[in-house]
């Protein structure tokens, strides 16, 4: 049977020609009307069956995952959000980039304040040189853990992939579940000053598969035709979780991460930081029969707590025995802490010069940082009893010794369209304010270094100036792999490695030609990684750790991006019905 990088390498003398022959047509493409796409999502309480119990969770449309939202590049979508659930919400379009649409992004507090129980509110925005894999989900407490979906943004009308078409597109969204109220053990987290509880599943479009409880029949299935090639369409939606996947006997092909085209990579393992996509052909090339897919979690945290379950699917073959008569074969996954695997797989990635929309590394750089990002404490409230890891304090986390705190009377972007004052301050520090042996775990005998004052400050840039971000992974509290993502903007990862970064060595490293081009990106766990974005796009945009524990104590900062000199670069006035705090 032919292999997928067999395949591959024969359609691609005929994808040249086909590629060449639609540049021709790119013209009279872009003169196509864009159409309109507008969905209703009803958010509600909706009971479920899982893990042997019933559980009441938020959901939208009565689903889980909830619905998919299809559209091509250049379309317009129109989402009216009704909120019908017990608390407070707002809905990101994760990865859009909400091209002067901030006030669509959706982030609690930082580009509106939240869709009280009761109301509704429209999100409206166009799609703009982008497509690929996206993903929709709660950007309020932790009710992201079952308010998500899925994105496909298919290319323009008459443009094709730049690979050989797919049989079919299959979305596989990743997911984490709780046996349990997920709000309220978030609250209690934090009123505690600990972590959160470990997650009790991982799923698989929303179910959790047989090694579970009472799941033998949960399971997501995918059937195939032999010899056909698929489009999975990866998200790693889970909360608090990194992942691994893998399909038994079977090889992938990655052709985009984060809805950004990449050069063909073979691999028989992905692994999926919180909040990114990943696009892999799979060719349906094995002996009739029924494979299993599974995903683990990539535990990068030294001697911290996980859920160390696993959740799995299956493939199964059409002509193929019923797959609950014949043992489907599973895939060997690599250990929890298989930190080489996990970092040949994200440093093996690069961008399809060339490719559609693509945009080369911009070589002039108006705004260095170097930032800390890792955990912290904090002091526990007089007259409270806190559970956090020092006596006396709480768990905290950082970037730059500055604990994020999101403003509670009025939004971010509120404040910078309308020039209210007191809300922020544009003074976030560009290097640490200390400068020690980041990634030495003996800095956690230093207490005073271990606390992170709170505040909100934040970055102020020069609309289309070039930002370079160092980020540095540090050992307090413990080192992990953070997945950093950014609103509003796409960036190049020019490098990423161990240790402490190294100016006079580690930028002679930086790919400046093909860096892979992401919205999110795992910080290697005890060492670091550096981007470089364009600033383009006015508003207030959101960069924060996607773990969603780390989230509200601090793991977060943002910028502001000043408007361009033209009123095509200036961001337009709030929606008459944006939500009032």
């Given at each position: 049977m032919t292999s997928p990088s067999v395949i591959y390498s024969i359609e691609m003398g005929r994808l040249v020609f086909l590629f060449a022959s639609s540049l021709l047509l790119m013209?009279?493409?872009?003169?196509?009307?864009?159409?309109?796409?507008?969905?209703?999502?009803?958010?509600?309480?909706?009971?479920?069956?899982?893990?042997?119990?019933?559980?009441?969770?938020?959901?939208?449309?009565?689903?889980?995952?909830?619905?998919?939202?299809?559209?091509?590049?250049?379309?317009?979508?129109?989402?009216?959000?009704?909120?019908?659930?017990?608390?407070?919400?707002?809905?990101?379009?994760?990865?859009?980039?909400?091209?002067?649409?901030?006030?669509?992004?959706?982030?609690?507090?930082?580009?509106?304040?939240?869709?009280?129980?009761?109301?509704?509110?429209?999100?409206?925005?166009?799609?703009?040189?982008?497509?690929?894999?996206?993903?929709?989900?709660?950007?309020?407490?932790?009710?992201?853990?079952?308010?998500?979906?899925?994105?496909?943004?298919?290319?323009?009308?008459?443009?094709?992939?730049?690979?050989?078409?797919?049989?079919?597109?299959?979305?596989?969204?990743?997911?984490?579940?709780?046996?349990?109220?997920?709000?309220?053990?978030?609250?209690?987290?934090?009123?505690?000053?600990?972590?959160?509880?470990?997650?009790?599943?991982?799923?698989?479009?929303?179910?959790?598969?047989?090694?579970?409880?009472?799941?033998?029949?949960?399971?997501?299935?995918?059937?195939?035709?032999?010899?056909?090639?698929?489009?999975?369409?990866?998200?790693?939606?889970?909360?608090?979780?990194?992942?691994?996947?893998?399909?038994?006997?079977?090889?992938?092909?990655?052709?985009?991460?984060?809805a950004r085209y990449t050069n063909p990579y073979v691999t028989d393992v992905l692994v999926v930081a919180s909040g990114q996509t990943i696009d892999v052909l799979l060719t349906a090339d094995q002996p009739i029969g029924s494979y299993y897919m599974a995903a683990r979690a990539y535990a990068s945290a030294a001697g911290l707590e996980f859920d160390s379950t696993t959740t799995r699917g299956v493939i199964v073959y059409e002509g193929a025995p019923s797959w609950t008569s014949r043992t489907p074969l599973m895939p060997v996954l690599p250990a929890f802490n298989d930190t080489p695997t996990a970092h040949k797989f994200s440093t093996s990635l690069t961008a399809l010069v060339g490719g559609p929309h693509w945009e080369p590394v911009p070589l002039k750089v108006d705004h260095k940082m170097f930032v800390t990002i890792g955990m912290a404490l904090d002091v526990c409230p007089s007259n409270t009893t806190c559970q956090g890891p020092a006596v006396g304090a709480k768990l905290s986390a950082s970037m730059n010794n500055v604990s994020f705190v999101p403003p509670s009377s009025l939004s971010l972007l509120q404040a910078f369209f309308f020039n209210v004052g007191g809300v922020y301050t544009t003074d976030f520090p560009v290097k640490p304010p200390v400068q020690f042996d980041y990634t030495n775990p003996s800095i956690n005998g230093d207490l005073p270094l271990l606390f992170a004052p709170k505040g909100t400050r934040i970055t102020k840039l020069k609309f289309n100036s070039t930002v370079e971000m160092v980020m540095q992974n540090t050992a307090i509290i413990g080192a992990e792999n953070h997945p950093m993502h950014l609103h509003g903007f796409d960036f190049h990862v020019l490098a990423q490695g161990f240790g402490n970064f190294n100016p006079a060595t580690d930028t002679l490293k930086y790919n400046l030609f093909n860096p892979q081009i992401r919205h999110t990106i795992g910080v290697p766990v005890g060492g670091w990684a550096v981007i470089r974005f364009v600033a383009n796009n006015p508003g207030v945009w959101f960069m924060h750790c996607h773990f969603d524990a780390h989230l509200p104590i601090g793991l977060a900062t943002a910028f502001v991006v000043e408007n361009g000199p033209t009123p095509e670069t200036t961001l337009p006035p709030p929606p008459v019905d944006l939500p009032e705090c």
């Open positions: 013209v009279a493409a872009t003169t196509v009307s864009a159409a309109i796409v507008e969905h209703s999502f009803n958010v509600q309480n909706l009971t479920v069956n899982r893990l042997c119990n019933r559980h009441v969770i938020t959901a939208a449309n009565g689903r889980l995952p909830g619905p998919s939202i299809r559209a091509r590049e250049g379309d317009t979508l129109i989402i009216h959000v009704f909120n019908k659930s017990p608390y407070n919400l707002t809905i990101h379009w994760h990865g859009i980039h909400q091209m002067l649409s901030a006030w669509a992004d959706g982030p609690d507090m930082i580009t509106q304040c939240p869709i009280r129980p009761g109301n509704k509110y429209t999100y409206k925005f166009k799609i703009i040189k982008q497509e690929g894999t996206f993903w929709w989900h709660s950007h309020t407490s932790t009710l992201r853990a079952t308010l998500y979906g899925a994105i496909i943004i298919r290319p323009r009308a008459g443009n094709s992939y730049p690979f050989p078409k797919p049989y079919r597109e299959v979305p596989i969204l990743l997911g984490e579940w709780w046996n349990g109220n997920v709000v309220d053990m978030a609250n209690q987290a934090l009123a505690r000053g600990t972590g959160p509880n470990i997650s009790d599943a991982y799923t698989i479009n929303g179910w959790p598969g047989d090694l579970y409880p009472c799941s033998q029949n949960q399971m997501y299935k995918l059937k195939v035709k032999q010899g056909k090639t698929y489009l999975l369409r990866i998200t790693n939606a889970a909360v608090d979780n990194n992942l691994f996947y893998k399909i038994a006997n079977h090889k992938m092909i990655v052709v985009a991460v984060d």
